[in-house]
T-cell receptor, first 110, second 114 residues
């Protein structure tokens, strides 16, 4: 059974900092890994999808890396802004379903 | 357009009521999902439909009954729920299963069982 751990559980940083969110998973037999953000009381917004054959994926100030063999992924956020405040969830997928980590609650202070 | 639309946004129901949650997408996706998310917890998979057929049921109690009437619609019928079933119910879709495609989520339906 896939188990996903995200570290840290919460993070509070001043605006402008670069930061790294970590995700580890136990079963490396995955198709891909998705990173999502969730604002309070809202649904999930897909940020990045990394296929199992890829090492990294970039979108704007976001960069996600994947090391499938070691069961790790990181989400790098450059020049953080108050609007980045949200819960960030990673979810490895086996092609049929996603298994979510508990998330990292990010607060960016202005 | 990467939109998954869920209705209603909020639902309060008694333990003897019958109600339904609805989900719609017009992206031509053939895989659709129901997830349940309790407060301060990650989403957990309930059901997966592929080409309008139930593909995965994660041992969900029978008081939750999914239905996929066509390729654009997904319903979740609710009957005789318990207060502990109160949660955010999220619908999602992707192009198809076993493909590693992006999964898109709706805004969710907040369910309160009283």
């Amino acid at each position: 059974k896939q188990e996903v751990t995200q570290i840290p559980a919460a993070l509070s940083v001043p605006e402008g900092e670069n930061l790294v969110l970590n995700c580890s998973f136990t079963d490396s037999a995955i198709y891909n890994l998705q990173w999502f953000r969730q604002d309070p009381g809202k649904g999930l917004t897909s940020l990045l999808l990394i296929q199992s054959s890829q090492r990294e994926q970039t979108s704007g100030r976001l960069n996600a890396s994947l090391d499938k063999s070691s069961g790790r992924s990181t989400l790098y956020i450059a020049a953080s802004q108050p609007g980045d405040s949200a819960t960030y969830l990673c979810a490895p997928g086996d092609g049929n379903k996603l298994v979510f980590g508990a998330g990292t609650i990010l607060r960016v202070k202005s | 357009d990467t939109e998954v639309t869920q209705t209603p946004k909020h639902l309060v129901m008694g333990m003897t009521n019958k109600k339904s949650l609805k989900c719609e997408q017009h992206m031509g996706h053939r895989a659709m999902y129901w997830y349940k998310q309790k407060a301060k917890k990650p989403p957990e998979l309930m059901f997966v439909y592929s080409y309008e057929k139930l593909s995965i049921n994660e041992s969900v109690p029978s008081r939750f009954s999914p239905e996929c009437p066509n390729s654009s619609l997904l319903n979740l019928h609710l009957h005789a729920l318990q207060p502990e079933d109160s949660a955010l119910y999220l619908c999602a879709s992707s192009l198809r299963l076993d493909s590693g495609n992006t999964i898109y989520f709706g805004e969710g339906s907040w369910l309160t069982v009283v």
